[in-house]
C-alpha cells in the first residue's frame, strides 16, 4: 500500500522556538491533512489542504501542499508549552477513495 | 456538540471472549472507520464504511468484523481475540465529496487482550 514518510520522527526545542515537520510520499495525494494527538486523545484536526502549491494558516500553524502533490509540510511558529504531542500527516489519493494513509508521527517535546 | 463517541473506553479481556467496541457520530455523516494505533506503526485502518450497509476492508481487517445498520452507528466486533490485537483503537467520520478527507476522530478504546 502507499507509504508516508514523517520526519523528524521526534523533537526536542526550547519554547518559544520555530518547529517545521514533513512528510513525503512516492504516491500523489490529493488531499493532505495535519492532526496532533494529545496523550490520551484521539487525534484533532489542525489543517486540511486541498489544493497543490496551498499555503494555509490556522492560528500559530502553517501547512503546505506541495507542487508535485507528493509532500507536505507543517510549521508551529513561537512554540509554547501546549504545543506538545504528536503530529500526523495524513494523505488521500482521491479518485472516489475515501482511505486515508497516515505518517507515523512526530513527536513535539517543548522545554519550557 | 459535534462529536464521535466510542465505548468502552478501556477494555481488559482474555482470548477468545466476543467483545464490541461501539462507536457513534451525531454530525449525519456518511464515511466511517475503524483505525488501530500500535507504537511504532501509527495508524492503520480496519474497516471503513462509505453508507448504511457498505462496508470494506482497510489494511488490517483479519480478526475483525463491522456492521453499519444505521447510519449513525459503526460497532467493531472482535468474534474471538487474540493478544495481538491488544491495541488503542479509534473511531473516525466523515462527510462524502467535498472537503472528504477532514475524518473526525472519537477519542479512542484501549483494548488489553490477556
Known amino acids: 500500500g502507499q507509504q508516508l514518510n514523517q520526519s523528524p520522527q521526534s523533537m526536542f526545542i526550547q519554547e518559544g522556538e520555530d518547529v517545521s515537520m514533513n512528510c513525503t510520499s512516492s504516491?500523489?495525494?490529493?488531499?493532505w491533512l495535519w492532526y496532533k494527538q494529545d496523550p490520551g486523545e484521539g487525534p484533532v484536526l489542525l489543517i486540511a489542504?486541498?489544493?497543490?502549491?496551498e499555503l494555509t494558516s490556522n492560528g500559530r500553524l502553517t501547512a503546505q501542499f506541495g507542487i508535485t502533490r507528493k509532500d507536505s509540510f507543517l510549521n508551529i511558529s513561537a512554540s509554547i508549552p501546549s504545543d506538545v504531542g504528536i503530529y500526523f500527516c495524513?494523505?488521500?489519493?482521491?479518485?472516489?477513495?475515501?482511505?486515508?494513509?497516515f505518517g507515523k508521527g512526530t513527536k513535539l517535546s517543548v522545554i519550557p | 456538540e459535534a462529536q464521535v463517541t466510542q465505548n468502552p473506553r478501556y477494555l481488559i479481556t482474555v482470548t477468545g471472549k466476543k467483545l464490541t467496541v461501539t462507536c457513534s457520530q451525531n454530525?449525519?455523516?456518511?464515511?466511517m472507520s475503524w483505525y488501530r494505533q500500535d507504537p511504532g506503526l501509527g495508524l492503520r485502518q480496519i474497516y471503513y464504511?462509505?453508507?448504511?450497509?457498505?462496508?470494506d476492508k482497510g489494511d488490517v481487517p483479519e480478526g475483525y468484523k463491522v456492521s453499519r445498520k444505521e447510519k449513525r452507528n459503526f460497532p467493531l466486533i472482535l468474534e474471538s481475540p487474540s493478544p495481538n490485537q491488544t491495541s488503542l483503537y479509534f473511531c473516525?467520520?466523515?462527510?462524502?465529496?467535498?472537503?472528504?478527507?477532514?475524518?473526525?476522530f472519537g477519542p479512542g478504546t484501549r483494548l488489553t487482550v490477556l
Open positions: 504516491s500523489i495525494f490529493n488531499t
Open positions: 454530525m449525519n455523516h456518511e464515511y
Open positions: 473516525a467520520s466523515s462527510l462524502l465529496g467535498g472537503t472528504s478527507g477532514s475524518q473526525y
Open positions: 464504511s462509505m453508507n448504511v450497509e457498505v462496508t
Open positions: 489542504l486541498y489544493k497543490a502549491g
Open positions: 495524513a494523505g488521500q489519493s482521491g479518485a472516489g477513495s475515501y482511505q486515508l494513509t
